[in-house]
């Protein structure tokens, strides 16, 4: 059983910066497809950003776009979320997913089903921007 953990979440200005980490322990990602997908209060489920498992195929939600930057670090078990230029509707909680990588593309897990194409999820991490 895969288990990831975010971390990085917290409080920030409007035009802020976080970085959001997700790791595993035990387990390799290297075979996985890993990304973000944010609840805000009363919306819903959003995928903001995946990455395939060899950082070539990488999707990003057209409202985070130029602002948002995701990579990994296979070595580490780790992927990032680099948040720019922070606004206040990017508040939410942030969930780490991944899936794995032969059974569909960092498209679908975002921008789909993502019930059907997430094998696991971390707990999540909460982002607040403030306006």
């Known amino acids: 059983q895969v288990q990831l953990v975010e971390s990085g979440g917290g409080l920030v200005q409007s035009g802020g910066s976080l970085r959001l980490s997700c790791t595993t322990s035990?387990?390799?990602?290297?075979?996985?497809?890993v990304g973000w997908i944010r609840q805000a209060p009363g919306k819903e489920r959003e995928g903001v950003s995946c990455?395939?498992?060899?950082?070539?195929?990488?999707y990003y939600a057209n409202s985070v776009k130029g602002r948002f930057t995701i990579s990994r670090d296979n070595s580490k078990n780790t992927v990032f979320l680099q948040m720019n230029s922070l606004k206040a509707e990017d508040t939410g909680v942030y969930y780490c997913?991944?899936?794995?990588?032969?059974?569909?593309?960092?498209?679908?897990?975002?921008?789909?089903?993502?019930?059907?194409?997430?094998?696991?999820w971390g707990k999540g991490t909460l982002v607040t921007v403030s306006a």
């Open positions: 997913v991944a899936a794995d990588s032969a059974r569909t593309i960092p498209q679908a897990m975002c921008a789909m089903d993502h019930d059907e194409y997430t094998d696991y």
């Open positions: 035990g387990y390799s990602l290297d075979y996985y497809i």
């Open positions: 990455i395939g498992a060899h950082a070539i195929d990488i």
